[in-house]
């Protein structure tokens, strides 16, 4: 038997395995398909919005519900406190969407 021969068996048996493991997944599904129907009319009863991506940060909890400024709990050149603030990016043009109030602030005489 050539190397060659040998590598291609074991890629085949990780091919297959890997389609096994597709089968598996569905067998799964149709196994728990009640408790996933119940969860989803649960969802539906509570009127549930969003899922919690993560649980460490209130400001990754819900990013759809986070306080603008929560991530800059102790100052804003603090060094971020939980891991899950580097996976999760700021919403889409958050940076630009308040006017710069520091600009409109007239100083006390």
Same mark, same amino acid.
């Given at each position: ?6 590598? /291609? &068996?074991?890629?085949? =048996?990780?091919?297959? @395995? ?7 997944? $569905?067998? %799964?599904?149709? *196994? ?15 009127? /549930? &919005?969003?899922?919690? =991506?993560?649980?460490? @940060? ?7 519900? $986070?306080? %603008?400024?929560? *991530? ?15 996976? /999760? ?7 630009? @969407? ?7 602030? $007239?100083?006390?005489?």
């Amino acid at each position: 038997m050539r190397p060659a021969d040998r590598v /291609l &068996t074991i890629l085949m =048996l990780a091919a297959g @395995a890997f389609g096994l493991s597709f089968a598996d997944a $569905a067998r %799964l599904r149709q *196994a728990n398909a009640p408790a996933s129907t119940a969860t989803a009319e649960l969802v539906e009863r509570l009127r /549930l &919005t969003d899922p919690v =991506l993560f649980t460490e @940060a209130r400001y990754t909890r819900h990013p759809t519900q $986070a306080d %603008l400024q929560s *991530a800059f709990q102790d100052h804003p050149v603090a060094l971020e406190h939980f891991p899950t603030g580097s996976l /999760l990016p700021p919403p889409a043009g958050i940076l630009n @969407a308040y006017e710069h109030l520091d600009r409109k602030a $007239a100083s006390p005489d």
